[in-house]
């Protein structure tokens, strides 16, 4: 089974970058199912029932979140009634929404997770324990498990793939925009990759116009964060699963941008 999953979509560009690049994506590798990050997807910050229905129509099967799930005030209105969008499962009890969702997949049941990490960002429920109650509940019905951990620490993301290691698929994580270079299958058969990368404006600072974050920076005053316009540029892993284990078999990065694209 191949999944392929797209880093964090960032505004409009990032949705148009999606639009281009996906269908030649599909065409190559032949995926079986096609997951996104989709947290910042509408102006950068949250997402809209129009915006999730856009990419449920090019052919994606699941959305996942993170810390601006609630930046976009519509997905209250939808979150309940979508089982193929999910938020980080560690959020408080009551909050609405899943933090995991199930999909079949050539064949098999797939199980998506989604985390948030809790180092340099709001203190949630324990993503350790929070994972462990759902493969104590979910994991033995599903053949494939596959882990959004949307985290800031590169430490607690390399921990949690440690500690899933051998007991999920894939643990893939998002939130730093910036793809890492450490796509590796553990000794265990789960596949790891520290941060996927981004969707969207390439030369913005991590997405938004590089004034705003460069006035933060210089004097340590409050500064409106906008979305970057321009030329996109486009992040993404291909996991290849076996049939017979459900774990990994290898993990591979996808790193494009609108200067050389080139459409299969």
């Known amino acids: 089974m191949k999944l392929l999953f797209i880093g964090d979509i960032v505004g409009s560009v990032g949705r148009k ?3 281009n690049v996906l269908p030649g994506l599909k065409s190559k590798y032949r995926p079986d199912v096609v997951l996104v990050n989709g947290e910042n997807a509408a102006h950068g910050r949250g997402i809209n029932q129009a915006i999730a229905r856009e990419f449920f129509d090019q052919g ?3 959305i996942t979140m993170g810390n601006h799930t609630w930046d976009n005030r519509e997905i209250f209105d939808f979150i309940d009634d979508e089982p193929r969008l999910i938020r980080p499962a560690n959020f408080p009890y009551g909050t609405p929404g899943n933090g995991y ?3 079949k997949a050539a ?10 990490g809790r180092t340099f960002l709001p203190p949630l429920d324990c993503p350790f324990q929070t994972v462990d109650a759902i493969l104590e509940r ?12 949307h985290a800031e620490a590169t430490s607690e993301k390399i921990a949690m793939g440690w500690y899933l290691n051998g007991r999920v698929s894939a643990v893939v ?16 058969g789960t596949a790891y990759l520290t941060d996927v990368g981004m969707v969207g404006p390439r030369d913005g600072i991590l997405g938004m116009e590089q004034e705003g974050v ?36 290898s993990i591979q990065q996808i790193r494009t941008d609108e200067d050389n694209y080139i459409s299969e």
């Open 214 to 249: 460069m006035h933060r920076f210089l004097t340590q005053l409050p500064s409106r964060f906008v979305v970057d316009e321009g030329k996109w540029h486009f992040h993404a892993a291909l996991i290849e699963l076996d049939e017979q284990t459900g774990l990994a078999k």
């Open 138 to 149: 979910e994991g033995g019905r599903h053949q494939y498990i596959f882990v959004d951990f």
């Open 17 to 19: 970058a999606l639009k």
């Open 107 to 116: 064949g098999k049941d797939l199980l998506v997770i989604n985390l948030q």
């Open 60 to 62: 994606v099967h699941g």
């Open 101 to 103: 969702m199930s999909l």
């Open 173 to 188: 994580g998002t939130h730093t925009h910036v793809q890492s270079n450490d796509n590796r299958v553990l000794p265990g």
